[in-house]
């Protein structure tokens, strides 16, 4: 049992350049979560997906999309890289969105040039 | 909108010493989390506080939720070197549904 699976671990990136973070679970869970983690500022939600099919935007969601390719996978997509978005990323996912505990992915590490 | 706050940002500890770090949020929240999170790793759930004034255990570590449901708490008692890592609360409120608001954490280093 996998868990939240996220590719890459790694990446560096050229400003302008476009890529995909990928995410995965295997728990059945409803709901799954993009968070990115900047030294003193805690996790800041990008996007979320509440079930299949549908998406919202958290408190970051500028210069990011994301979809929710079927239940088990949510990508998040960088359109062109800036600076401003190095950061660790994490994805999440949670069986029932109010009372169930944020199963977090091991997170991708994102350098941008 | 919902703010949560954390402090201390930092926190060293001698081992064996306790230490508490607290949680407050500018609104009522229906619930609270607490998170663990390893240098290098990711947040890993610790526990779920849900009822006003709720109190938990989990070994040497206490959880509390406040009275009004506006803040929180975490003891630990003599703190080992396992404990060493970057503590998160997050809280949910009520018209904000399934968007956990997280503190900036408390990161913990133990020294021998």
């Known amino acids: 049992n996998a868990g939240v699976t996220q590719t890459p671990k790694f990446q560096v990136l050229k400003t302008g350049q476009s890529m995909t973070l990928q995410c995965a679970q295997d728990?059945?869970?409803?709901?799954m979560y993009w968070y990115r983690q900047d030294p003193g500022m805690g996790l800041r939600l990008i996007y979320y997906s509440a079930s299949e099919g549908t998406t919202d935007k958290g408190e970051v969601p500028n210069g990011y999309n994301v979809s929710r390719l079927n239940k088990r996978e949510f990508s998040l997509r960088l359109e062109s890289a800036a600076p401003s978005q190095t950061s660790v990323y994490f994805c999440?996912?949670?069986?029932?969105?109010?009372?169930?505990?944020?199963?977090f992915g091991n997170g991708t590490r994102l350098t941008v040039t | 909108g919902q703010q949560v706050m954390q402090i201390p940002q930092y926190q060293h500890v001698q081992e064996g010493e306790d230490f508490t770090t607290y949680c407050n949020s500018s609104t009522t929240l229906s619930n609270i989390q607490w998170y663990k999170q390893r240098p290098g790793g990711h947040p890993v759930f610790l526990i779920q506080?849900?009822?006003?004034?709720e109190v938990k255990k989990q070994k040497r570590l206490t959880f509390q939720f406040g009275e009004a449901k506006k803040n929180s708490s975490l003891h630990i008692t003599a703190t080992q070197t396992t404990d060493v890592g970057t503590y998160f609360c997050a809280g949910l409120q009520d018209d904000s549904w399934g968007k956990l608001q997280f503190g900036a954490g408390t990161q913990v280093v133990v020294t021998p």
């Open positions: 506080l849900v009822k006003s004034g």
């Open positions: 728990m059945n869970h409803n709901s």
């Open positions: 999440a996912s949670i069986l029932d969105m109010q009372f169930s505990p944020l199963h």
